[in-house]
């Protein structure tokens, strides 16, 4: 059964600092996809991973993939305020099964 | 484009009772998917529809079910409702199967 396991849950830090979101996952895939996911709203689609070592960019999110390893990065560089959100990771196999999600706050 | 829209927004319903939410896709999209959304859960897949059949299945008891209609629109029916049920459920859609998924505001369901 496929797995999707994120870490850190909870992720309190500084703005201007740089940080690592790891998501591990337990079966083989073709494709891995990010989402934001404001308080009390929807999931946003941030990124999506189609092949080993694909890297995407948007602002200050990066999103990697290594399918060798089963893991996707989501890095953040000089965090703001605006990018305090929970962040899902998602991996497709039959269906999309997620992580369980960090929850980001950004302290000024 | 009118992105994914889903009725109700809230609902609150008592046990035993029954209900059905409402999902109309982005216009074009063929598939769609629910999901349940809960803070001791978190996101689990309900099921999914392409082409008005079922293509997958979560891990759900029999009192959830769904369907889709010819024009892409999707509703999902609980039955004999659980206070367990209380969630946020999300729908969401997509071009073809496994393509990226375009999620909807959800409905949340209180069960009393």
């Known amino acids: 059964e496929l797995k999707v396991e994120q870490n850190p849950l909870f992720l309190s830090m500084q703005e201007g600092k740089n940080y690592t979101i790891y998501c591990n996952y337990s079966t083989t895939s073709d494709r891995l996809y990010w989402y934001r996911q404001d308080p009390g709203k929807s999931l946003e689609s941030l990124f999506v991973l189609l092949s080993n070592g694909a890297v995407k960019q948007e602002g200050r999110l990066m999103a990697s993939l290594d399918t060798k390893a089963r893991l996707s990065t989501l890095h953040i560089t000089a965090a703001v305020h605006d990018l305090s959100a929970t962040y899902f990771c998602?991996?497709?196999?039959?269906?999309?099964?997620f992580g369980a999600g960090t929850r980001l706050t950004v302290k000024p | 484009k009118a992105g994914v829209t889903q009725t109700p927004r809230y609902l609150i319903k008592t046990r035993g009772q029954q209900v059905t939410l409402s999902c109309s896709p982005i216009s074009g999209h063929r598939s769609v998917s629910w999901y349940q959304q809960t803070p001791g859960q978190g996101l689990q897949f309900l099921f999914e529809y392409f082409s008005e059949t079922q293509r997958n299945k979560g891990n759900f008891p029999g009192r959830f079910s769904g369907r889709q209609f010819s024009n892409s629109r999707s509703e999902m029916n609980v039955s004999t409702l659980e206070l367990g049920d209380s969630a946020l459920y999300l729908c969401?859609?997509?071009?073809?199967?496994?393509?990226?998924?375009?999620f909807g505001p959800g409905t949340r369901l209180t069960v009393l």
């Open positions: 969401a859609s997509s071009l073809l199967l496994r393509d990226t998924q375009y």
């Open positions: 998602a991996v497709v196999l039959n269906d999309m099964r």
